[in-house]
């Protein structure tokens, strides 16, 4: 919490990295609104929870998945790389391909390819707008 409050007020977006079956357990929507609220602007996983990750997607929250036979541990990921996710500014599609640079504390740099795990033009919609919720009062304000 301390290091999400303090990204924040740094204005550091946040992601988070995970294994397999990301959000099992925590699929109700307060699981991913506290992801949000955390700052977390992506979760980058092997494999997601079917609920949780549309929570996510209604929360804003990007759903990325590591390519097959990639995972945290291949990686050799320790919490201190700084990672860039690029071409998501422009919008995101339904099933597109999000390059990630992840730079290490020794100045090397690694990329791959992610793949976007917003399904449906649907989902698209609520990302651009921020969530669900923003879609909706957006929405009833007559901006969508």
Request: proline share 3%.
């Amino acid at each position: 919490y301390g290091a999400a409050m303090r990204y924040q007020k740094d204005g550091v977006p946040t992601v988070v990295v995970a294994g397999k079956e990301y959000g099992t357990g925590s699929s109700r929507d307060w699981a991913a609104k506290g992801t949000n609220l955390l700052g977390v602007k992506a979760v980058i996983a092997e494999s997601f929870e079917r609920i949780h990750r549309s929570n996510l997607v209604g929360m804003g929250v990007l759903p990325l998945l590591f390519p097959d036979g990639v995972t945290r541990q291949t990686l050799a990921l320790d919490g201190s790389e700084l990672i860039d996710l690029t071409g998501v500014a422009g919008g995101v599609t339904p099933g597109m391909t999000v390059a990630c640079r992840i730079t290490r504390t020794d100045g090397a740099v690694e990329t791959l390819d992610l793949n976007c795990r917003i399904d449906t033009a649907e989902e698209a919609e609520y990302f651009r707008h921020g969530g669900i919720l923003h879609y909706v009062l957006r929405g009833l304000a007559g901006l969508v």
